[in-house]
């Protein structure tokens, strides 16, 4: 069973530049989570989108949206790009909402983006 | 506000010596607690998954604990590899809502 695929695993974008990040999830699984991860701030939780709906979100601007398709895959949206946006994107895929017992998470090997 | 916070921030061993992580908690009412290890350049991997009724998990040389009076949780790794140089990271779930809180974590090194 493949696992959790993200694309691109690296970008490099200047300042007022917007990315678009994807995430494929196992196959099944219908909850895609995001989270940013920095070195100082750890794992920081964007969104969660299950059955194309986004469920949950996390304290980050409007400029960080999101969107899943009928076949769940996941797209990650961040416009006005910022020097404090170079981070690693991780997704995660599971089968039920994220945090619900028992619900293993499995993340993608990231996105790394750099921001000129 | 519910919060995740590990010890030590970061940590050394001997290759072959045992080390335990610790991870407190202020998230309530309490769900579950997760503990990943994230290798360098990938994304975490879970290890364990603990619900309020269970107090040990053991997955290989890993033993994770859930003391859910205290709100302490700890990841115990036996005979240690140098493989196991990693970030650990501990999660911890509320039963309102389906939001995870997630420690900073503890990176370790083994050492030959």
């Known amino acids: 069973k493949a696992g959790v695929t993200q694309t691109p695993r690296y970008l490099i974008k200047t300042r007022g530049q917007q990315v678009t990040l994807s995430c494929s999830p196992i196959?099944?699984?219908?909850?895609v989570s995001w989270y940013q991860q920095t070195p100082g701030q750890g794992l920081q939780f964007l969104f969660e989108y299950f059955s194309e709906t986004q469920r949950n979100k996390g304290n980050f601007p409007g400029r960080f949206s999101g969107r899943q398709f009928s076949n769940s895959r996941s797209e990650m949206n961040v416009s006005t790009l910022e020097l404090g946006d170079s981070a690693l994107y991780l997704c995660?895929?599971?089968?039920?909402?994220?945090?619900?017992?028992?619900?293993?998470?499995?993340f993608g090997p990231g996105t790394r983006l750099t921001v000129l | 506000k519910n919060q995740v916070e590990q010890s030590p921030q970061s940590l050394i061993i001997l290759e072959g010596k045992n080390c335990t992580l610790q991870c407190n908690y202020t998230v309530s009412p309490f769900s579950n607690l997760r503990w990943y290890k994230q290798d360098t350049g990938r994304g975490p991997v879970s290890l364990t998954i603990m619900t309020f009724s269970e107090n040990t998990k053991s997955n290989g040389r890993y033993t994770a604990t859930l003391d859910a009076d205290t709100k302490q949780s700890s990841l115990h790794i036996t005979a240690s590899q140098l493989s196991d140089s990693a970030s650990y990271i501990c999660?911890?779930?509320?039963?309102?809502?389906?939001?995870?809180?997630f420690g900073k974590g503890t990176s370790l090194l083994v050492t030959p």
């Open positions: 999660v911890v779930s509320a039963l309102s809502g389906y939001a995870l809180n």
């Open positions: 196959s099944g699984h219908r909850s």
């Open positions: 995660a895929s599971s089968l039920a909402r994220t945090g619900t017992t028992h619900n293993e998470q499995f």
